[in-house]
């Protein structure tokens, strides 16, 4: 199952939508900041310091065991972790410096620690995700395909990781958030690629087409009690959580995306996608105010 084929957007998109402008425009003056919810632009007063400053600043383990080396030598390569870091950099302020660790884990996992403050992206991470788009890069020669793969988990790391970075700064400035904070920081981390350039859309593309992925192999497993009960939303769910607010962040963009007797190949149900503008538009309006005092000018 996946989004959309990768083409589409790479070559497609020649658009910006409306969230990124809603999170990172407050360009109204030192005291405020914007948040653009439809046509309503609605001013949000400021309560941080101007002098918080921090940023996430990158950094490698020695991988732990040798079947980790390939992932450290890949995120090393494409600087997947910096690129992410410089994304989320200028956008939003953090009050320190955020250590993000690439190490063996033990896990395939990626995690905020509130103890450390401080983000974990695992090697393992990386392996499990690899045979879930190779399954889906089936065009090409075996050159192309492993150089699609890559890009797909470039595009996987930004999704993760900007959804960590979300965990982040609830907790550093306390936000508020009603709500399963897991699908929370989804949101932000929709809202910061699909308010993007065409290539940090097509990060959401790549993150859509991961939980695709998972979700097929959930139905081939089985779905157990356990998922039910995590605090996770299931694997299925958070695909077309994200498929949406991708669509509602552009419905003439992404119209491939809806599924309809027209367009049989599309994969968010129409009675969903009917509202996922107005679900994109509150999503942005809410991260622009809770994040306005933060966000670089
Ligand atoms: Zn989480």
Same mark, same amino acid.
């Given at each position: 199952?996946?989004?959309?084929?990768?083409?589409?957007?790479?070559?497609?998109?020649?658009?910006?939508?409306?969230?990124?402008?809603?999170?990172?425009?407050?360009?109204?003056?030192?005291?405020?900041?914007?948040?653009?919810?439809?046509?309503?632009?609605?001013?949000?007063?400021?309560?941080?310091?101007?002098?918080?400053?921090?940023?996430?600043?990158?950094?490698?383990?020695?991988?732990?065991?040798?079947?980790?080396?390939?992932?450290?030598?890949?995120?090393?390569?494409?600087?997947?972790?910096?690129?992410?870091?410089?994304?989320?950099?200028?956008?939003?302020?953090?009050?320190?410096?955020?250590?993000?660790?690439?190490?063996?884990?033990?896990?395939? $996992?990626?995690? &905020?620690?509130?103890?450390?403050?401080?983000?974990?992206?695992?090697?393992?991470?990386?392996?499990?995700?690899?045979?879930?788009?190779?399954?889906?890069?089936?065009?090409?020669?075996?050159?192309?395909?492993?150089?699609?793969?890559e890009q797909d988990l470039i595009g996987l790391t930004n999704g993760v990781l900007l959804h960590e970075l979300g965990h982040g700064l609830i907790a550093m400035y306390d936000l508020p958030a009603t709500g399963e904070e897991e699908d929370a920081v989804d949101q932000l981390s929709a809202l910061l690629l699909a308010g993007?350039?065409?290539?940090?859309?097509?990060?959401?593309?790549?993150?859509? $087409?991961? &939980?695709?992925?998972?979700?097929?192999?959930?139905?081939?497993?089985?779905?157990?009690?356990?998922?039910?009960?995590?605090?996770?939303?299931?694997?299925?769910?958070?695909?077309? $959580? &994200?498929?949406? &607010?991708?669509?509602?962040?552009?419905?003439?963009?992404?119209?491939?995306?809806?599924?309809?007797?027209? $367009?049989?190949?599309?994969?968010?149900?129409?009675?969903?996608?009917?509202?996922?503008?107005?679900?994109?538009?509150?999503?942005?309006?809410?991260?622009?105010?809770?994040?306005?005092?933060?966000?670089?000018?």
């Amino acid at each position: 199952m996946t989004a959309a084929r990768s083409s589409y957007v790479r070559t497609g998109a020649a658009l910006v939508g409306a969230a990124l402008t809603a999170v990172s425009g407050c360009s109204t003056g030192s005291d405020e900041a914007t948040a653009r919810t439809g046509d309503a632009v609605r001013p949000v007063r400021a309560t941080a310091s101007p002098s918080v400053s921090g940023s996430l600043v990158v950094s490698y383990e020695k991988p732990k065991k040798a079947a980790d080396r390939q992932a450290e030598a890949f995120l090393r390569r494409t600087k997947a972790l910096e690129g992410v870091a410089s994304y989320a950099d200028a956008i939003i302020r953090l009050p320190y410096d955020v250590p993000l660790r690439a190490k063996s884990c033990g896990e395939a $996992n990626a995690f &905020w620690n509130p103890e450390t403050k401080d983000i974990t992206y695992c090697y393992e991470f990386v392996d499990a995700l690899r045979p879930i788009y190779e399954k889906q890069e089936t065009e090409g020669g075996a050159g192309q395909r492993a150089a699609a793969v890559e890009q797909d988990l470039i595009g996987l790391t930004n999704g993760v990781l900007l959804h960590e970075l979300g965990h982040g700064l609830i907790a550093m400035y306390d936000l508020p958030a009603t709500g399963e904070e897991e699908d929370a920081v989804d949101q932000l981390s929709a809202l910061l690629l699909a308010g993007g350039d065409d290539e940090h859309q097509q990060y959401a593309i790549d993150t859509i $087409n991961a &939980w695709g992925g998972l979700a097929e192999a959930d139905a081939a497993g089985g779905v157990t009690d356990d998922a039910y009960a995590d605090e996770h939303s299931l694997d299925i769910q958070r695909f077309y $959580n &994200w498929s949406c &607010w991708l669509y509602g962040s552009d419905p003439a963009a992404y119209k491939e995306i809806v599924r309809s007797d027209g $367009n049989p190949d599309g994969v968010l149900p129409e009675e969903r996608a009917e509202r996922c503008p107005d679900e994109y538009a509150k999503i942005a309006h809410a991260w622009g105010t809770l994040l306005g005092p933060y966000l670089r000018t």
